[in-house]
């Protein structure tokens, strides 16, 4: 184990490189890794969602791997149910003796590992939904701090959806004395995060798109539909899903579909660098590397934290 803490975090934007990094720590350490991406859960959606196996051969050695492939991509897949499965995940690893590495780029699912986040099956109230949708953000900044600070913590404040919806949970847990927190999180985690500047960015998720494509992501996609997956259901997995979903059904030209789906990546990609900071002003300590760091290098600093 590490000293202080009791698994690894490997983070970062899309395309910088956290599989492979966490796949050589799982190896140097023993470990076996936990996925924290909310479309690896899917079986079916390979290339869109970078699941990457081959990554997880290391040396010959076939790395252990959880929460990858565990439902069907027409089914919905919420957070409550990945706490439940983390849970389950993290601790089978460590009744065998192993490091949990827990990799992805998924902010609230990184989020579960140090919020209680008990409250996610609380149900819409859809009255009080209709009456807030009304109020403009800083009405709703105004009626969210007439709740207690234990209850409305975690929420996002900078985004008016995340508001109701901490407004919503909140006044339940008042009308139903549902004060009581979970018992302590099992997690204590170290935290990896990969750095690139926003032109490497660019580069290797223009790169990833043009290969993914050429490996045969429409062809993923075609395959997804005449299985019988909708193409509603493709434009709510997003990203790569929708934008082919868009060009298969003639709503966008081919160069449409290259170029409208990598702007959509880099935006995707810039939020999730935006949570991470967000992370480090709670108080995450996040310790950056560079991609052009060698993985040997990466992992022989880590072993001052190893017993």
């Not at 990546?265 to 935006?274: D, E, H, V």
């Not at 300590?285 to 993985?295: A, E, G, L, P, Q």
């Amino acid at each position: 184990m590490l000293f202080n803490n009791n698994c690894i975090v490997v983070l970062g934007p899309t395309a910088s490189g956290k599989t492979r990094l966490a796949c050589r720590l799982a190896y140097q350490l023993n470990g076996e890794i936990i996925s924290a991406d909310s479309r690896q859960v899917y079986k079916h959606l390979n290339l869109g969602t970078g699941k990457d196996l081959g990554e997880y051969v290391v040396n010959g050695h076939q790395i252990p791997y959880h929460l990858i492939d565990i439902c069907e991509p027409s089914e919905q897949f919420f957070l409550h149910q990945f706490i439940k499965e983390l849970e389950k995940s993290f601790s089978y690893v460590l009744s065998r003796k192993k490091m949990p590495v827990i990799c992805g780029g998924t902010g609230m699912y990184l989020d579960a590992l140090r919020k209680d986040f008990s409250f996610t099956q609380i149900e819409e109230n859809d009255d009080l939904r209709r009456e807030l949708n009304e109020l403009s953000k800083e009405e709703l900044l105004l009626r969210i701090q007439h709740f207690p600070n234990e209850l409305t913590n975690h929420v996002d404040l900078n985004s008016k959806k995340r508001i109701i919806r901490g407004i919503e949970v909140a006044d339940y847990r008042t009308k139903n004395n549902f004060f009581t927190t979970q018992s302590e999180l099992p997690y204590k985690p170290l935290y990896i995060g990969i750095s690139l500047n926003n032109e490497e960015r660019k580069k290797r998720i223009s790169e990833r798109l043009k290969q993914r494509l050429n490996d045969g992501l429409v062809e993923e996609v075609e395959s997804l539909i005449n299985n019988g997956l909708s193409h509603q259901r493709l434009e709510i997995l997003g990203l790569e899903y929708k934008f082919v979903s868009l060009f298969l059904e003639g709503k966008i030209s081919k160069e449409g579909l290259t170029t409208q789906l990598q702007t959509a990546i880099f935006q995707f990609a810039k939020r999730q660098m935006t949570w991470f900071r967000k992370m480090e002003k709670e108080g995450v300590k996040i310790n950056w590397v560079s991609t052009d760091y060698k993985i040997e290098e990466i992992i022989k600093s880590l072993k001052h934290f190893v017993h």
